[in-house]
Nanobody, 126 residues
């Protein structure tokens, strides 16, 4: 059974930075998608950044504006989201997710992800 647990959310000032982490267990495929998504109150969930893993080939794609980096530490089974220059509009519940390649062979659609974490709150305010 796949289990995802996010952590690292906090309240920070504009211009600050945060590093979110996601522990991934029970996922054994060598071809898969990992991603970060967020949802603000009364807004639709949107993609932040995703990682496409195909054996030794890793590709990232970013959807939300901002200074973000998605990375994976395979030795620790942990996905990270590094965020810098945070702005109030970045405030949201952040989720990590996992799934297989979509019909396009990519990891660009939310429907590609079938496993989700519980979320971690990020609040950016002065």
């Amino acid at each position: 059974q796949v289990h995802l647990v996010e952590s690292g959310g906090a309240s920070v000032q504009p211009g600050g930075s945060l590093r979110l982490s996601c522990s991934v267990t029970g996922f054994t495929d060598d071809k898969y998608c990992l991603g970060w998504f967020r949802r603000a109150p009364e807004r639709e969930r949107e993609g932040v950044g995703v990682l496409r893993v195909d054996g030794r080939n890793l590709r990232t794609r970013y959807f939300a504006r901002g200074s973000v980096i998605v990375s994976l530490d395979k030795s620790k089974n942990t996905l990270f989201l590094q965020m810098r220059d945070l702005k109030p509009e970045d405030s949201a519940m952040y989720y990590c997710a996992a799934g297989g390649f979509g019909s396009s062979g990519e990891c660009d659609e939310q429907s590609d992800y079938v496993y989700w974490g519980q979320g971690t709150q990020v609040t950016v305010s002065s």
